[in-house]
């Protein structure tokens, strides 16, 4: 079946730091992919988001490109704030799911300090 | 800014106890989901609703879990007797019936905690 691995964290960074997120899927034909985020006390919203090969979804600062090849859709950031502090959790719709149906991975924690 | 809003967010109960989770999507969403994240993993879906249809439960414990939505807006999830190993936030979610393109909408969620 259709699954998503994300690298463990935490991920601990300074501010203005470089910020990537590695994450690969296994899944037959071509899914979509997405990234939401998690802050503190609040639930989880969609950050960004792409359904074809070779498209990069961007948001907020944040860009993540759908790698057919790799299979991968590794999360950047430039320049980390303290507010970006936060789990992350790559996602997958199946490529014949026609319900929205979204298998998530594990989430990584991303620890900003000052 | 419209908001899935989730009840309670927090319950503590003893094992084989029943507990019930109240979920009111979106206005307008005809889709709505109930997610699992047990501590350190992400998301699981327990089951999803299509107006008041399930259109998938294949991963609700049916021996114990329970979910209705019998207007078709608002839903409730029950366990009932809880185990120890239910103890995880409750998460729902949903979405609009023509974008099922899984951006999805989640409220805060409800923490259970069974001693």
């Known amino acids: 079946g259709d699954s998503v691995t994300q690298m463990e964290g935490p991920v601990t960074l300074s501010e203005e730091a470089f910020l990537t997120i590695n994450c690969t899927y296994t899944?037959?034909?071509?899914?979509?992919l997405f990234w939401y985020v998690q802050y503190p006390g609040e639930g989880l919203q969609l950050l960004l988001k792409?359904?074809?090969?070779?498209d990069k979804g961007s948001n907020k600062g944040f860009e993540a490109t759908y790698r057919k090849e790799t299979t991968s859709f590794h999360l950047e950031k430039g320049s980390v704030q303290v507010s970006d502090s936060a789990v992350y959790f790559c996602?997958?719709?199946?490529?014949?799911?026609?319900?929205?149906?979204?298998?998530f991975g594990a989430g990584t924690q991303v620890v900003v300090t000052p | 800014e419209a908001e899935v809003a989730q009840s309670p967010r927090y319950k503590i109960t003893e094992k084989s106890q029943a507990v019930a989770f109240w979920c009111d999507p979106i206005?307008?969403?005809?889709?709505l989901y109930w997610y699992r994240q047990i501590l350190g993993q992400g998301p699981e879906l327990l089951v999803q609703?299509?107006?008041?249809?399930?259109?998938?439960d294949s991963q609700l414990p049916k021996d114990r879990f329970s979910a209705e939505r019998l207007k078709g807006v608002d839903s409730t999830l029950k366990i009932q007797p809880a185990e120890l190993g239910d103890s995880a936030m409750y998460l729902c979610?949903?979405?609009?019936?023509?974008?099922?393109?899984?951006?999805?909408?989640f409220g805060e969620g409800s923490r259970l905690t069974v001693l």
């Open positions: 979610a949903s979405s609009s019936r023509d974008r099922l393109t899984g951006e999805l909408f």
């Open positions: 609703f299509q107006d008041e249809s399930v259109v998938d």
């Open positions: 792409a359904t074809k090969a070779d």
């Open positions: 206005s307008g969403h005809a889709t």
């Open positions: 899944a037959t034909g071509y899914p979509s």
């Open positions: 996602a997958l719709k199946g490529a014949t799911d026609s319900w929205g149906k979204l298998q």
